[in-house]
């Protein structure tokens, strides 16, 4: 499954942005969760926000009221709406899903990662 991000770039605070990401390849039915994690220079791989394929979304904390997460279960597809942008919110923007295949042996889930999109946010 490769996962394609889109929507990154450079705007000042206080701005929006909406960051994309489409799914493909062998997808066998739905994606379990879609989430967007991001990575900000010298600092760990964190969740930014979360949705499961039954509705569920979860945010980080310093995202709840900017950002909102949405889903097309059947398009594979899934936007991160991000408003009142402030600085300490750049960092490269990773599209995350995972899902289970299920054989007679039993079922494995698979995790898949974009590749990234930069979100850099100007003071």
């Known amino acids: 499954v490769h996962l394609a991000e889109s929507g990154g770039g450079l705007v000042q605070a206080g701005n929006s942005l909406r960051l994309s990401c489409a799914a493909s390849g062998s997808i066998f039915d739905v994606l379990n969760t879609m989430a967007w994690y991001r990575q900000a220079p010298g600092k760990e791989r964190e969740l930014v926000a979360s949705?499961?394929?039954?509705?569920?979304?979860n945010y980080q904390d310093s995202v709840k009221g900017r950002f909102t997460i949405s889903r097309d279960i059947v398009k594979h597809t899934m936007d991160l709406q991000m408003d009142s942008l402030k600085p300490e919110d750049t960092a490269v923007y990773y599209c995350y899903a995972d899902q289970t295949i299920y054989t007679i042996e039993g079922s494995t889930n698979f995790d898949y990662w974009g590749q990234g999109t930069q979100v850099t946010v100007s003071s």
């Open positions: 949705m499961s394929s039954r509705g569920y979304r």
